[in-house]
């Protein structure tokens, strides 16, 4: 069956970096776009960018320019994405999320809390 | 971009129907039939229930609608059930080729 399975659970101090990953089973990785979104404790979806597969490329939401990067190992059904300079306020569940068609998204990571803390 | 405008409550009784509104602008919603509809339950991750406006993936109930007119899209779940009750996020893509969730919607059914 189609799934994301991502990493464990991160701990981090303000202004470190942390990278999740999102390995997929069950469909052509190289076929679909990835997107990656966070949920704050107690908030709703937010949008951070996605990935082609295929080729690489990326767009980001504006908020997230400039500290977000997003790759992928097409060797080994891996998307990552790596968040720095991390503040309190990037303390939330973090999933990567599947493109279909046109602008939405079909299936979902379990999700990776990312918590900031000194 | 700001988010997507979402009641932040809707309840309804076991059986009646209930539409939730989202709304955009002329460069997301107004501008695109890209609008999807999650629904998440806590603790769990989202699930797709509506794409493309109106669409209803393989296996979503045919109790769950979505239309669009100018900047607001809305979903419609008719005959509620209990199991209904959840977290709803409406999606659209937007001009500059992001995507923008809306600030979500709380139903209770009581």
């Known amino acids: 069956q189609v799934q994301l399975v991502q990493s464990g659970a991160e701990v981090k101090k303000p202004g470190a970096s942390v990278t999740v990953s999102c390995k997929a089973s069950g469909y052509t990785f190289s076929g679909y776009y990835m997107h990656w979104v966070r949920q704050a404790p107690g908030q709703g979806l937010e949008w951070m960018g996605w990935i082609n597969i295929n080729s690489g490329g990326t767009d980001f939401a504006q908020k997230f320019q400039g500290r977000v990067t997003m790759t992928r190992d097409t060797s080994i059904s891996t998307a990552y994405m790596e968040l720095s300079r991390l503040r309190f306020d990037d303390t939330a569940v973090y999933y990567c999320?599947?493109?279909?068609?046109?602008?939405?998204?079909?299936?979902w990571g379990k999700g990776t809390t990312v918590t900031v803390s000194s | 971009q700001s988010a997507l405008t979402q009641p932040a409550s809707v309840s309804g009784s076991p059986g009646q129907s209930i539409t939730i509104s989202c709304t955009g602008t002329s460069t997301d919603v107004g501008a695109y039939d890209y609008v999807s509809w999650y629904q998440q339950h806590p603790g769990k991750a989202p699930k797709l229930i509506i794409y493309e406006v109106t669409n209803r993936p393989s296996g979503v109930s045919n109790r769950f609608s979505g239309s669009k007119s100018g900047y607001t899209a809305s979903l419609t779940i008719s005959g509620l059930q209990a199991d209904d009750e959840a977290d709803y996020y409406c999606s659209s893509y937007t001009s500059s080729a992001t995507l923008i969730f809306g600030g979500g919607t709380k139903l209770t059914v009581l």
């Open positions: 999320v599947r493109n279909a068609g046109y602008y939405y998204m079909d299936v």
